[in-house]
Every structure is written in structure tokens, then in C-alpha cells.
């Protein structure tokens, strides 16, 4: 997947907005080495090395990376795979913000991030949980079959655990769970009756590989009408969003 870094920094910005309370749990200490799993556009990744830790940002977007680097070019950031990446030095903590839903592999992930914590290190996290943009997934592919993409209909591009689920991975690779929530926490969207084209844009494009662009055009507002009894809420567009958020501690 190819990503729009513009975008996502102009129409996007509650992604890393929302994850500045996630930095709350993450409890930043002066002089701790900590990794941000998916830095995106390095806008929290910043922000931990203004608050005294020694930050390094990854991300599997080069062109994330590029425009992290030109923005906040005094932050070490580069191109790595969440499920094969490793460092010489260990960290204190592994940070991440919407992005782990993205990871394929997750039980290798959770290795990697495991072997590069030192003992009592922890793995801070927000990611989708399950049911997140229930809705807009159901529309996307109701629309797909009725035009007669059943190919790009039974696309899966995140994965969004429970929080059972989710926790018993953790503590199967080695790490006690201190604290993880599941919870609805309905986001605004942005740019009105295009919020939800604009959201897809940016998320979604993988559901239209191989389909025309006027026929896309089509399907959109399909897809936006579908939704807007469920998303349109006194003058502002919301998506169903739910969020896995934990802290697990290297044991």
C-alpha cells in the first residue's frame, strides 16, 4: 500500500491527535530509550524526544518516513517491517499508535518488539480493537457485491482483536498485561459530505484495486449514503471507531 503522507497530516491529523493521551500511559522519563512501532508522519514521535527520551521513529511507509524526516529532522527515523526489525542497543519502551491493526504477522511482531525491550521494559500501545469501523466495513463490501467485485469484497486489511484475544498473545510471548481497555470512542471525520470518500482514500484503497475510477466515484457516494444515518450526527460526520489500548511489561 502506497500512502499519502499529505493527507494524512492535513485530513487525517486525529489519528496522532487522539494519541497524545496514549503518551499519558507511556509516562516518558527523561533520558529513556524508547521506540515509536509505526511512527506515520513522526508528529508523537517528536513529542517523546521533547519530553527528554532518546527516540528512534520506524515505520513500513517510505513515504511516511520521508516526510517524518523533513518535518522533524533532529528525530533518527527509518523504513523497517513491525514483523522483522531489530536494533543493537534494547529500549526502555516500545510506543505504538494506530498502527499495530496494519501488522500482518503478528505473532512475530510481538517477538520482535519483545526482544528489543530490556527486562521490565514496556510495550505501550493503541491499536483498532474489535468492531472498529464495523459499519463502514459492512458498506464498502455491500456496495463491492452488488456491483460484482466479490474479489475485492472479501479484502481483509486490518486485523481488530478483542481484548481477550489480544492479551493472551501478549502473555504468551512472555508479557504480563498491567492494563488493556476495549472501548467506543466515535471520531469525527473531516471535510463533510466527503468525509467518508476522504477516510477510504487514505485507509481503504486496497478494497478498489482493478475497479474503474468513475465506476469508484460511483460506489463512493454509495458507500457515504449507506452510512449516513449511522454517521451523520448534527452536522458532523463520525466513524464507528473502536480502540484496543494496553501497557504489557517484559517479564
Not at 185 to 194: N, S
Request: net charge negative; aromatic share 12%; charged share 25%.
Amino acid at each position: 500500500m502506497k500512502w499519502n503522507a499529505e493527507l494524512y497530516d492535513q485530513k487525517h491529523a486525529f489519528v496522532y491527535q487522539y494519541g497524545e493521551s496514549v503518551l499519558e500511559l507511556l509516562g516518558v522519563q527523561p533520558g529513556e530509550r524508547i521506540l515509536d512501532l509505526g511512527c506515520g508522519t513522526g508528529y508523537l514521535t517528536q513529542q517523546i524526544a521533547d519530553l527528554g527520551a532518546d527516540v528512534a521513529g520506524i515505520d513500513y511507509s517510505p513515504e511516511m518516513i520521508q516526510k517524518a524526516k523533513q518535518s522533524h529532522p533532529e528525530v533518527s527515523f527509518s523504513v523497517a517491517d513491525a514483523s522483522r526489525f531489530s536494533f543493537t542497543e534494547p529500549f526502555d519502551a516500545v510506543f505504538s499508535n494506530a498502527a499495530l491493526h496494519w501488522v500482518k504477522n503478528h505473532d512475530a511482531m510481538i517477538k520482535c518488539v519483545y526482544h528489543s525491550l530490556k527486562p521490565g521494559g514496556r510495550f505501550v500501545a493503541e491499536m483498532g480493537g474489535k468492531g472498529n469501523v464495523q459499519q463502514l466495513i459492512a458498506a464498502t463490501k455491500q456496495v463491492l457485491l452488488k456491483h460484482g467485485y466479490s474479489k475485492q469484497a472479501e479484502t481483509e486489511i486490518w486485523r481488530f482483536p478483542s481484548l481477550g484475544e489480544y492479551t493472551s498473545e501478549l502473555e504468551s510471548h512472555g508479557f504480563r498485561v498491567t492494563f488493556a481497555v476495549h472501548f467506543d470512542r466515535p471520531t469525527a471525520l473531516q471535510d463533510g459530505e466527503q468525509s467518508v470518500t476522504k477516510w477510504i482514500a487514505m485507509f481503504g484503497e486496497q478494497y478498489f484495486e482493478g475497479v474503474p475510477s468513475d465506476t469508484k466515484q460511483q460506489m463512493l457516494k454509495e458507500i457515504t449514503e449507506i452510512l449516513r444515518p449511522l454517521y451523520y450526527k448534527k452536522g458532523i460526520w463520525y466513524s464507528d471507531y473502536k480502540r484496543l489500548r494496553f501497557i504489557a511489561v517484559k517479564q
